[in-house]
């Protein structure tokens, strides 16, 4: 069952995947979309991200069914509240933000105190790439989505974000919004700070021209994510700091281990730690991609 | 103007592609490889990887130009001293290993003992696949090789290597090997090891099959690094222990000052901190990829 109208906050990477995905499987038979600046409408309206465009909150939300927000988590909660007053009864708010922890607890009583529904969400797709040029609508295929409901958290809403993530090619996982971010730091934060911190050491114009000239495909690689938005991680960091800290101490600790073997000079303690490595990622990306 | 023969010691990835790229720009007039299991024989001619193949090693090396030593790096001093008895005088030798101090000091003297002149090199190019069947004739366009002459090395041999690298498509670039080993523990050595940590680490089963579930393009990229050979970075790593924990202690230090900023709780210094490994990784992305 289609909705009736589809509301996009924010038409980034992934609120402009979202409409463009949506569009394309058909999810609603309306999809709206609200953008901050006047230049991104005709932008926005040229790439097909949505059926309308608009700077107006209110118009763009009148009659939702689902909104979901696609805005810096920073920036959420207030936007919650503009949003709230123009909504439906029973309409249902979700958003795509990467912790969630924070989200859920601010958003889950300010949308209940407007007779709407909140459940977190966080589509694990993207790229370093940002902005409605980079949306495609296959951005989801193939993708997990977690969705963080509570023990409070109305059955039908969840049932529609449930169903909505699958709708646009993904998976959706239930799990409580602290293991969300426990998981995602090790995972996902993770990587990103490993992926900045060896950019800034590697390229650091200390160490000559040289060797940024030996940089090769496998570093490319590895500082990829480093090229995602400084804002948009600042923000990350900030709502997830206890995981985060954790997931640096415990790769620390299993660097440090690294050291003490190469300290020993010991060949075959040194194979094992890398075969348990291979073992580990090989079994995961054949799990992950079966084909 | 092409050499007579040209012989490829080993047939690997990287081998391998000498050979497909050697015949595909007629580098040489003949291209010989050696391989060690009879089974490889028909696969690499299969592969088209050389003109003859054979599990002969004088057969290989008889009347050749230049020697490809394309083996692991802890068997190449050995395997080199078998070659040299059945080398032309002015034979040029050349290898394509990760760390190359070892190898320079143990294989300059040991050729020139044979009339015969080794030149270092290692081409920034590879894989995390492995084998002649992941061999590809393109495997060095606009990658550069590092050659690593020292003060008494034969000009006429350095003018051989360089043109070589050249002829397949990668960009020759000079200097000591001890520079090469300190770059490489940095931009490769170090970038690969944290891509088995960060493997080891987050995909530890303790963690709950959640975890790898959520694990997405970003981890994919970060750790395939991880699927090489643990043998042949076993050999890396003890080839270059110093430098390598010299890597290590500066990026766990970078992790430390990471740390220090979350702990803080200080957006603006941590946003300040991602800012910079952005414009450092941007700006090497662009220099590497004008185009």
Redesign the interface.
């Known amino acids: 069952m289609p909705l009736d109208k589809l509301t996009i906050i924010g038409t980034g990477l992934l609120g402009g995947s979202i409409g463009l995905a949506a569009r394309a499987r058909s999810l609603a038979k309306r999809v709206s979309a609200l953008v901050r600046r006047p230049e991104s409408v005709a932008e926005c309206q040229a790439f097909g991200v949505a059926d309308e465009v608009t700077l107006d909150l209110a118009e763009a939300v009148a009659g939702t069914d689902l909104i979901v927000l696609c805005t810096p988590i920073s920036g959420m909660a207030a936007l919650a509240k503009r949003t709230l007053p123009h909504l439906k009864p029973d309409a249902v708010v979700t958003d795509v933000g990467s912790t969630k922890q924070q989200l859920v607890a601010e958003l889950t009583p300010l949308c209940a105190g407007a007779a709407a529904h909140f459940v977190g969400s966080h589509p ?4 370093e790439q940002t902005g409605p040029a980079a949306a495609r609508a296959n951005l989801f295929d193939g ?2 989505c ?1 969705v963080t409901p509570t023990g409070d958290t109305h059955a039908g809403a969840l049932a529609t974000v449930n169903d909505f993530w699958a709708g646009l090619g993904s998976q959706p ?1 239930a ?1 409580p919004a602290d ?2 971010d426990r ?2 730091a ?3 934060h ?15 114009p200390a ?1 000559g021209e ?19 938005s ?2 948009m ?3 990350i ?2 709502s997830n ?1 206890d995981d ?2 954790a997931a ?5 600790d ?3 281990q ?2 003490g073997l ?2 020993d ?1 010991s ?1 075959e303690a ?2 094992a ?6 073992a ?6 054949h ?2 991609d079966p084909g």
Do not use: Y
Request: one cysteine or more; hydrophobic letters at 45%.
């Open positions: 694990m797709a993207g790229s993708t997990v977690v996982v799990m293991t969300h998981l995602v090790r995972c996902s993770l990587p990103h700070l490993l992926a900045s911190a060896l950019s800034r050491r590697v390229l650091d160490h040289q060797q940024a000239q030996l940089c090769a495909t496998g570093f490319r690689d590895m500082t990829r994510l480093a090229a995602g400084p804002v991680w600042r923000d960091v900030g700091r985060i800290l640096i101490d415990e790769f620390t299993e660097l440090g690294l050291r190469i300290t000079d060949p040194i194979e730690w890398l075969q348990q490595a291979k580990t990622r090989d079994d995961w990306n799990s992950a």
